[in-house]
C-alpha cells in the first residue's frame, strides 16, 4: 500500500499536477504525471517554493460516478495497491501522480489496474514528461555549488 506521508492531501498540490503536468488516458483511468526536478529550486516550476524529496506522490480522484461509498473505497485501495506494485518503475522518483477514475474501474482488478499504470508510465507524452526533468536536473547549477 501506499503510505500516509506518499499521499497528495493537499488542494494545491493536486491542482498543480492537474494544470501543469502531463494527462495520459487509459481505459479505466485519466493518470496525470507532473515530474518534479530533484534540485531546488525546481525548474519546471510545479514545486518552487519548497524542495521535494521522497516521492513519487499518489493523489486519488474517486468520484460518485464510480460506485456507492463502499465501491469508491474499494477502488481507492486497489488503486493504491496497484501504485505500490508499479512506483519503483517510474523513470523520476519525485513525481506527483493524480488518478483520476472511470465508472468503469469498478469491475477491474488491481492487476488490471497495474498494467494500465504501466502503459500509462511508458506513453510518449509520460517520457517526454521524464525526460524534461532529467534534463532539468542535469542542466541546473546544485544548490550546495551556489551557497560556496
Known amino acids: 500500500m501506499t503510505a500516509a506521508s506518499r499521499r497528495i492531501s ?3 498540490d493536486f491542482t498543480r499536477t492537474l494544470s501543469k503536468g502531463v494527462r495520459v488516458s487509459a481505459r479505466d483511468l485519466v493518470i496525470h504525471l507532473a515530474p518534479v526536478g530533484a534540485t531546488w529550486p525546481d525548474q519546471s516550476g510545479i514545486r ?3 524542495a521535494c524529496v521522497g516521492g513519487p506522490w499518489l493523489g486519488l480522484i474517486v468520484s460518485k460516478k464510480v460506485g456507492d461509498a463502499v465501491t469508491r473505497h474499494r477502488v481507492a485501495r486497489r488503486l493504491r495497491h496497484a501504485f505500490a506494485e508499479v512506483r519503483d518503475e517510474l523513470p523520476v522518483a519525485e513525481t506527483f501522480v493524480v488518478l483520476r ?3 468503469s474501474i469498478a469491475q477491474r482488478s488491481a492487476d ?6 504501466r502503459e500509462g508510465f511508458t506513453h510518449r507524452k509520460a ?4 525526460s524534461r526533468a532529467r534534463t532539468d536536473h542535469k542542466r541546473s547549477p546544485r544548490l550546495v555549488d ?3
Do not use: H, K
Open 10 to 12: 493537499r488542494r494545491s
Open 127 to 130: 517520457q517526454t514528461a521524464f
Open 101 to 103: 477514475a472511470y465508472p
Open 112 to 117: 488490471e489496474l497495474a498494467e494500465q499504470l
Open 146 to 148: 551556489e551557497v560556496l
Open 48 to 50: 518552487a517554493d519548497v
